[in-house]
């Protein structure tokens, strides 16, 4: 049987596995993992910025919470639909990515992560003081779950919304892993290792990276219609600097550059998260310690440490 035709098998399995395994835990236990299913698409989107193209961005939460307050303000203002909510986060996210694209790629190196940080902090300070919009430091309050026009699924259980949570992820891994092994990927992959090259070569390398940026956004966007659907508000906390943080830990923890590696960062430091938070108050500092000790034993992953564990044992 051909490998691909294997691991297609073998995600199919874990696939299934994974939606049998919603209707066995807890109600608390599946909401934390749908909890790890939406950072997992967040940290995915900044995965194609950090991992794929090199460019470290500190204000993935813009695009976030951008995506997360339109469908919150679709369901409020104008249907319940699922799919013109998600329609209409996605666009605006992009769209969002494209205009701090314009600014924030006029940098590079430590200047484009000041840049990124401020115009996450400015989305922030919009979505802070414009209450008649955003509900201001309130938040917009009794967005209910959506109609996804699906007859079977029910999404106001726990459980429900788990599968939709599910396969809103495994979309989203499906769709980057084409993107990734696309020549655009290849082409990002080479703007990483030398863009120089890959200039002399005839690449428009801004061209590149404006559009891995726009899709990056996109991809934060949709894990902002899951987030607001699920949690039935949103507030300017979730466009917040921790979140961006959090979402960079994410892929470096994991791996950055892989495709499994954001979401094994993701379930990692989501449970992390709720497991200190129930000893101490002390989250951030933890979450800076766990960046210390990734930085100096694995600065390039678990997903990339294990994999060369593994292939330095076979050769031996």
């Given at each position: 049987m051909k490998p691909s035709l294997v691991a297609g098998a073998l995600a199919v399995a874990a696939f299934a596995a994974a939606a049998a395994l919603g209707g066995l835990l807890s109600s608390y236990s599946t909401g934390l993992l749908i909890d790890c299913l939406i950072f997992s698409v967040l940290a995915l989107g900044l995965n194609l910025l950090l991992g794929?193209?090199?460019?470290?961005?500190?204000?993935?939460a813009a695009y976030f919470?951008?995506?997360?307050?339109?469908?919150?303000?679709?369901m409020l203002h104008v249907s319940d639909s699922f799919w013109w909510g998600a329609a209409a986060a996605i666009a605006t996210s992009m769209a969002v990515g494209a205009a701090y694209g314009l600014l924030a790629l006029r940098t590079s190196g430590v200047y484009f992560l000041i840049i990124t940080l401020a115009l996450g902090q400015i989305t922030f300070a919009i979505a802070f003081s414009w209450r008649s919009l955003t509900g201001g430091d309130d938040g917009l309050r009794g967005i209910g779950r959506p109609d996804l026009g699906l007859p079977g699924l029910n999404v106001d259980t726990t459980a429900g919304y788990y599968l939709l949570a599910l396969t809103a992820a495994a979309a989203a891994l499906l769709l980057m892993r084409l993107i990734v092994r696309s020549p655009f990927g290849e082409a990002l992959r080479g703007i990483h290792q030398n863009s120089d090259r890959m200039a002399a070569l005839g690449y428009n390398v801004w061209l590149y990276k404006f559009l891995a940026f726009v899709i990056s956004a996109g991809f934060?966007?949709?894990a902002g219609v899951i987030f607001v659907y699920y949690k039935g508000f949103i507030s300017p906390e979730a466009v917040g600097i921790v979140v961006s943080a959090e979402v960079t830990l994410m892929v470096i923890v994991g791996g950055a550059g892989t495709l499994i590696g954001p979401f094994l960062g993701a379930?990692?430091?989501?449970?992390m998260s709720h497991?200190?938070?129930?000893?101490?108050?002390?989250w951030l500092t933890v979450?800076?310690?766990?960046?210390?000790?990734?930085?100096?034993?694995?600065?390039?992953?678990?997903v990339t440490l294990v994999g060369d564990a593994w292939r330095a044992r076979r050769s031996a």
């Amino acid at each position: 049987m051909k490998p691909s035709l294997v691991a297609g098998a073998l995600a199919v399995a874990a696939f299934a596995a994974a939606a049998a395994l919603g209707g066995l835990l807890s109600s608390y236990s599946t909401g934390l993992l749908i909890d790890c299913l939406i950072f997992s698409v967040l940290a995915l989107g900044l995965n194609l910025l950090l991992g794929q193209t090199g460019l470290p961005s500190l204000g993935h939460a813009a695009y976030f919470g951008v995506g997360a307050y339109t469908a919150g303000l679709v369901m409020l203002h104008v249907s319940d639909s699922f799919w013109w909510g998600a329609a209409a986060a996605i666009a605006t996210s992009m769209a969002v990515g494209a205009a701090y694209g314009l600014l924030a790629l006029r940098t590079s190196g430590v200047y484009f992560l000041i840049i990124t940080l401020a115009l996450g902090q400015i989305t922030f300070a919009i979505a802070f003081s414009w209450r008649s919009l955003t509900g201001g430091d309130d938040g917009l309050r009794g967005i209910g779950r959506p109609d996804l026009g699906l007859p079977g699924l029910n999404v106001d259980t726990t459980a429900g919304y788990y599968l939709l949570a599910l396969t809103a992820a495994a979309a989203a891994l499906l769709l980057m892993r084409l993107i990734v092994r696309s020549p655009f990927g290849e082409a990002l992959r080479g703007i990483h290792q030398n863009s120089d090259r890959m200039a002399a070569l005839g690449y428009n390398v801004w061209l590149y990276k404006f559009l891995a940026f726009v899709i990056s956004a996109g991809f934060a966007g949709w894990a902002g219609v899951i987030f607001v659907y699920y949690k039935g508000f949103i507030s300017p906390e979730a466009v917040g600097i921790v979140v961006s943080a959090e979402v960079t830990l994410m892929v470096i923890v994991g791996g950055a550059g892989t495709l499994i590696g954001p979401f094994l960062g993701a379930f990692l430091v989501v449970f992390m998260s709720h497991v200190v938070s129930g000893y101490t108050d002390r989250w951030l500092t933890v979450l800076g310690l766990l960046y210390i000790c990734v930085m100096l034993f694995a600065p390039k992953g678990i997903v990339t440490l294990v994999g060369d564990a593994w292939r330095a044992r076979r050769s031996a």
